[in-house]
């Protein structure tokens, strides 16, 4: 009797690890904490509006293209404004796999809003045919940049058997003379 107890109570716990482990993404993160859900927020809202920005893009390309090939099909557009509206067309889909590109390193660099590092590096003529100059960029504007953020002085000082860092009294001689005692 008691090794068939044993072997449901196995069954049960099988059964709720299955469980949490089919749980999808969406109810992990409602589960969470808020300082936990503002952390992922954060760290994706850059992907979310460079992904918002690039469908956009995409949208108002078809937009173009359909409108270049209806008039070319109507006879309408001479072949000089059919050139100009490919190749701004063109021009414009060139922009957009920049942009794309530029999204993609930069989120590899550690960029936090794609879209601002983007416009900056555009203002300050840092991207090339060779890609983007994102050292230069974090020089110029350290705040797009995520980074790990430390505090002066070393958490160590003291020990394995490096001296004490020097100072007027010690913690012992401070608490030692609020008593009033002496040594």
Same mark, same amino acid.
């Given at each position: 009797?008691?090794a068939?107890?044993n072997?449901?109570?196995?069954?049960?716990?099988?059964e +709720?690890r299955?469980?949490i482990?089919? +749980?999808?993404?969406?109810?992990?993160i409602?589960e969470q904490?808020?300082d936990?859900?503002?952390?992922l927020?954060?760290?994706?809202?850059?992907l979310k509006?460079?992904?918002?920005?690039?469908?956009?893009?995409?949208?108002?390309?078809?937009?173009?293209?359909?409108a270049?090939?209806a008039?070319?099909?109507a006879?309408?557009?001479?072949?000089?404004?059919?050139r100009?509206k +490919?190749?701004?067309?063109?021009?414009?889909?060139?922009?957009a796999a920049?942009?794309a590109d530029?999204?993609a390193?930069?989120?590899?660099?550690g960029?936090?809003n794609?879209?601002?590092? $983007?416009?900056?590096?555009k203002?300050?003529?840092?991207?090339?045919?060779?890609?983007?100059?994102?050292? /230069?960029? /974090?020089?110029?504007y350290?705040?797009? $940049?995520?980074?790990?953020?430390?505090?002066?002085?070393n958490?160590?000082?003291?020990?394995?058997?490096?001296?004490?860092?020097?100072?007027? /009294?010690?913690?012992?001689e401070?608490?030692?003379?609020?008593?009033?005692v002496t040594?």
């Amino acid at each position: 009797m008691p090794a068939a107890d044993n072997q449901s109570e196995m069954l049960v716990r099988r059964e +709720m690890r299955w469980e949490i482990f089919i +749980m999808d993404f969406n109810t992990w993160i409602d589960e969470q904490e808020d300082d936990v859900r503002e952390m992922l927020e954060t760290h994706t809202a850059g992907l979310k509006t460079a992904l918002t920005s690039e469908r956009d893009a995409q949208k108002q390309l078809s937009a173009d293209l359909a409108a270049a090939v209806a008039s070319s099909a109507a006879g309408s557009a001479s072949e000089g404004e059919l050139r100009q509206k +490919m190749e701004k067309i063109t021009a414009d889909l060139a922009s957009a796999a920049g942009r794309a590109d530029f999204y993609a390193a930069g989120h590899k660099a550690g960029v936090t809003n794609l879209s601002l590092a $983007f416009l900056a590096a555009k203002e300050s003529d840092l991207i090339g045919a060779d890609g983007v100059d994102f050292e /230069k960029l /974090k020089t110029g504007y350290p705040e797009l $940049f995520a980074g790990v953020q430390r505090s002066p002085g070393n958490a160590g000082n003291g020990m394995a058997g490096d001296p004490p860092p020097s100072v007027a /009294k010690t913690m012992d001689e401070i608490i030692r003379s609020q008593a009033g005692v002496t040594l």
